[in-house]
C-alpha cells in the first residue's frame, strides 16, 4: 500500500515568494496532520483535519500560513508570503483515529533564501 | 510543566549495551502510547504502541505506569543501527497525539 505522499521533497526558493506544500493521506485515513520540525523547536503541530474539516488550526505560526484539504486525498499548506525564519522540514501525517498512530510523509525541506 | 518530557540525551552506548528511556506524561487521562525512531533527516516512523501490561518486540520492551505517569522504552544487545532519536508520544481524548522532543542515542562500535 502507498504510504503518505508528499510533495516536493525539497524546495528552495526567495523570500517573500509563495510556497505550497502538497499531501496525499493514506486512503482510508480520515485524519491529515501538518507538522513543522526544526532543531530549535523539534515537531510542532500546525493544523489537523478530520473529513477534510479543519479541527484545530492553534499551532499556525500567523496568517501567512494556511491550509486547505479540498478532498479526501488531498491537502495543501501554503505559506505567502514566504520568510527565512520558515525553513524547516515539514511533515504530512494521516491517520485512522485521533488517537491511532499517525503515519508520515517523507517530508518537504524547506529553505528560505 | 510540559505534557510529555524526554531526557533529550544523548545516550552514548557500545554496541551489546542494554539502553533505557523514560519518559513522564502530564495527564493522567491519556488513552494511548506510543513509542516512534526517527533517523537522521527522516520522517518518524512507528516502533511500538506501549500498553498497559508491557510489551515486548524483539529486543524492544516497552512499559506504562500510569500511577507514575511514565512510559519507558528498554532496548537490549544495542546494534549500531539503533542509532537514531526516539519519541514518545502520547494520546488524549479530543486532541491530536502529543510529540516528546525525544532522546538521541548513539551506539558505537
Known amino acids: 500500500d502507498a504510504g503518505v505522499i508528499q510533495s516536493p521533497r525539497h524546495e528552495v526558493t526567495e523570500m517573500g515568494q509563495e510556497v505550497t506544500l502538497r499531501c496525499k493521506p493514506i486512503?482510508?485515513?480520515?485524519?491529515l496532520f501538518w507538522y513543522r520540525q526544526t532543531m530549535m523547536r523539534g515537531l510542532e503541530l500546525l493544523i489537523y483535519f478530520n473529513n477534510n474539516v479543519p479541527i484545530d488550526d492553534s499551532g499556525m505560526p500567523e496568517d501567512r500560513f494556511s491550509a486547505k484539504m479540498p478532498n479526501a486525498s488531498f491537502s495543501t499548506l501554503k505559506i505567502q508570503p514566504s520568510e527565512p525564519r520558515d525553513s524547516a522540514v515539514y511533515f504530512c501525517?494521516?491517520?485512522?483515529?485521533?488517537?491511532?498512530?499517525?503515519?508520515f510523509g517523507d517530508g518537504t525541506r524547506l529553505s528560505i533564501l | 510543566r510540559k505534557e510529555v518530557e524526554q531526557d533529550p540525551g544523548p545516550f552514548n552506548v557500545p554496541e551489546g549495551a542494554t539502553v533505557a528511556f523514560n519518559c513522564t506524561y502530564s495527564n493522567s487521562a491519556s488513552q494511548s502510547f506510543f513509542w516512534y525512531r526517527q533517523d537522521c533527516r527522516k520522517e518518524p516512523k512507528l516502533l511500538m504502541s506501549v500498553y498497559s501490561s508491557g510489551n515486548e518486540d524483539g529486543r524492544f520492551t516497552a512499559q506504562l505506569n500510569r500511577a507514575s505517569q511514565y512510559i519507558s522504552l528498554l532496548i537490549r544487545d544495542s546494534k549500531l543501527s539503533d542509532s537514531a532519536t526516539y519519541l514518545c508520544?502520547?494520546?488524549?481524548?479530543?486532541?491530536?497525539?502529543?510529540f516528546g522532543k525525544g532522546t538521541t542515542l548513539s551506539v558505537s562500535s
Open positions: 501525517a494521516s491517520s485512522w483515529g485521533q488517537a491511532q498512530p499517525q503515519h
Open positions: 508520544v502520547v494520546g488524549q481524548a479530543g486532541t491530536a497525539l502529543i
Open positions: 486512503s482510508g485515513h480520515d485524519y
